[in-house]
């Protein structure tokens, strides 16, 4: 188990001012935290049969962007924070394939378009639930991720190393409160008021109101994100009250900002 190393991968971290960095050992998939879990193929350790620890990384999704969604403000956010996930894990690999310690970057994502989703909505390594075995979170209603710094407005990839990191503990408290705002306001009823997995996002609505919406260049959605209680970054941004979604009256200048960013740029 390599100490100076994990300082070192940390370090690196900050250098790309990365907010949250998680490592999970190879072990951690094997026990699985709730059923269903996902079968042994998804395992890190089946994709990459080196791999001894995942490194994941979160970066956040600003909440005032994500609050004029659909909009192509929202979209372009999406995927600055995509490609700055894709490009910093595949440095972190390099970072430590230079060390000798053979390492890969997992893409964020991992699929062509919303053709193959609506074909097969599963990727082939589950960032989520590396996420949470990485201690950077739990589950809410939503299906997303929560973390006590961004609630689920963050996106995470993953580095598979062969070097023995030491693992971070997971994290024991329950963050989502079940308010169910996720489920009320998914345009697409798409959200069920179940704890996952229980309660699995209906994919095909989901991936359908996303293919609407990318007709006309505003995808993703992300309400079920933006509407999530959870999260410091609510306080940062003044928005604890979560009625400024529902209560048009009482937050004027807002409502004002996000209809002018949603006039412009999509089709
Ligand atoms: C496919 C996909 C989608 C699909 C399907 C969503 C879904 N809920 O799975 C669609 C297009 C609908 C979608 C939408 C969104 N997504 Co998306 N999506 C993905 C993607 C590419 C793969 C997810 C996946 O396949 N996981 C695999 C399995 C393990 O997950 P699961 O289905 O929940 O698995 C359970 C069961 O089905 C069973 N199981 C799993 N696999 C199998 C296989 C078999 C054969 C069997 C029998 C059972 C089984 O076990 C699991 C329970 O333990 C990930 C990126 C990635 N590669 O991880 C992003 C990701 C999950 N999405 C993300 C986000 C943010 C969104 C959106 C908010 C859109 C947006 N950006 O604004 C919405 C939210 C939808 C929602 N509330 O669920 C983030 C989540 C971040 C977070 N904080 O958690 C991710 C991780 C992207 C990232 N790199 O950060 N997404
Ligand atoms: S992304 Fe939008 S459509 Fe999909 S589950 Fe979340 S709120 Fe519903
Ligand atoms: S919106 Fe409420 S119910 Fe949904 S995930 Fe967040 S805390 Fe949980």
Redesign the pocket.
């Known amino acids: 188990m390599s100490e100076e190393l994990l300082r070192a991968v940390r370090k690196r971290c900050k250098k790309m001012e990365i907010p949250l960095v998680g490592v999970a050992n190879v072990e951690r998939w094997k026990k699985p935290q709730?059923q269903?879990?996902?079968?042994e193929e998804?395992y890190p350790q089946s994709i990459f049969p080196q791999a001894k620890s995942v490194i994941v990384i979160g970066l956040p999704v600003s909440l005032p962007v994500l609050e004029t969604s659909p909009s192509i403000y929202y979209r372009e956010l999406?995927n600055t924070v995509n490609a700055l996930?894709d490009q910093y894990t595949y440095r972190l690999a390099n970072f430590l394939n230079e060390k000798g310690h053979p390492s890969v970057f997992v893409p964020?994502?991992?699929?062509f378009g919303i053709k193959a989703?609506l074909k097969n909505?599963?990727?082939f390594?589950?960032?989520?639930?590396a996420a949470l075995l990485a201690g950077l979170g739990n589950f809410g209603t939503?299906?997303?991720?929560l973390t006590p710094q961004y609630g689920?407005r963050?996106?995470?990839?993953s580095v598979f190393t062969a070097a023995e990191l030491a693992p971070d503990p997971l994290l024991r408290e329950e963050l989502c409160t079940r308010c169910m705002r996720c489920v009320k306001m998914c345009p697409a009823q798409a959200?069920d008021e179940k704890d996952y997995?229980e309660g699995?996002?209906d994919?095909k609505s989901?991936?359908a109101y996303?293919a609407k919406l990318a007709s006309q260049g505003i995808s993703?959605?992300?309400i079920?994100?933006k509407v999530c209680p959870v999260g410091e970054d609510r306080k940062l941004y003044g928005r604890e009250d979560g009625s400024i979604y529902s209560r048009k009256d009482r937050f004027p200048e807002e409502q004002r900002a996000w209809k002018h960013v949603q006039r412009y740029g999509g089709l």
């Not at 964020?108 to 699929?111: A, I, K, P, V």
């Not at 939503?142 to 991720?145: E, G, I, P, R």
């Not at 963050?154 to 990839?157: A, D, E, I, L, S």
């Open positions: 709730f269903p879990w996902m079968p998804f999406y996930l964020r994502d991992g699929y989703l909505p599963v990727a390594f589950s960032h989520r639930h939503n299906n997303m991720l689920p963050v996106r995470f990839g959200q997995p699995l996002t994919k989901c991936t996303s993703p959605c992300g079920c994100i």
